[in-house]
């Protein structure tokens, strides 16, 4: 049903673009300025409100409204941790427009393993909804700063109430176990989990979703490539 709504809405809006419609898509109760937007696919996606509709919706069902949430990437967290400096941009600026106020922190830095101050990151301005750390070098070349899970845990004095929100999309599938103590100091992950290539080897959304559960957390819900993890009760 949610399928056919996007697909009526989709339609719709096209035509009221064809027509002259400028107005800012709106999505999850945020305006974005249409000048932020890049790319026609993008709009397109904003417009049928299917933008990380199943990580909104998992939010609702399982997070409380005052809950705190830890983001690595830009969108939908009250601290959000974002590598590419021109999406670290865009997304202060949706902020600013809808809550100039909001209680958010943005840090510029890719999550790595303990001791690592700099990785390679796979970006290019085409890539508008987020990068990859990857382990070999890439083309365009682009270092960035990074830290351990556990800094952001503590830095931010996060309570073990917290929730994590968090897309793998390159090795962060093993920095992830390799971090168990800071992953299980959430309460709760809400993960996009794509199929990823290491090495030239293509690693599919199963293994990478076994992967992690093996830092003690229940799998409570999955659609399609996203997923809720529910850390075990002591």
């Not at 999505?27 to 696919?41: A, D, S």
């Not at 941790?81 to 909001?102: D, F, I, K, M, T």
């Not at 299980?184 to 990478?208: A, L, T, Y």
Request: aromatic share 6%; with cysteine; hydrophobic share 45%.
């Amino acid at each position: 049903m949610m399928r056919i709504w996007s697909s009526l809405r989709w339609w719709a809006m096209a035509l009221a673009r064809h027509l002259g419609h400028r107005g800012n898509p709106r999505l999850h109760g945020l305006e974005l300025p249409l000048r932020l937007v890049p790319l026609e696919v993008i709009l397109r996606q904003l417009d049928a409100r299917c933008y990380k509709a199943k990580e909104a919706r998992f939010m609702q069902t399982f997070l409380s409204p005052c809950a705190e949430v830890h983001e690595l990437g830009a969108s939908l967290a009250i601290v959000s941790y974002e590598a590419a400096g021109p999406l670290s941009e865009v997304a202060r600026q949706v902020v600013a427009h809808n809550y100039p106020c909001a209680p958010w922190t943005l840090v510029r830095r890719a999550i790595a393993g303990e001791g690592v101050a700099e990785v390679s990151y796979e970006w290019s301005p085409e890539r508008t909804q987020g990068g990859a750390v990857v382990s070999e070098p890439v083309l365009p070349q682009l270092r960035v700063p990074a830290e351990s899970l556990s800094t952001p845990v503590a830095r931010c004095r996060l309570p073990d109430s917290a929730w994590l929100l968090m897309e793998i999309e390159g090795i962060e599938w093993r920095r992830a176990p390799e971090q168990d103590s800071a992953l299980r100091h959430f309460s709760g992950n809400i993960v996009e989990c794509h199929d990823v290539r290491e090495g030239g080897w293509g690693v599919p959304h199963e293994e990478v979703v076994a992967e992690l559960a093996k830092a003690d957390f229940n799998i409570i819900a999955h659609r399609g490539q996203v997923l809720v993890l529910r850390r075990h009760a002591s």
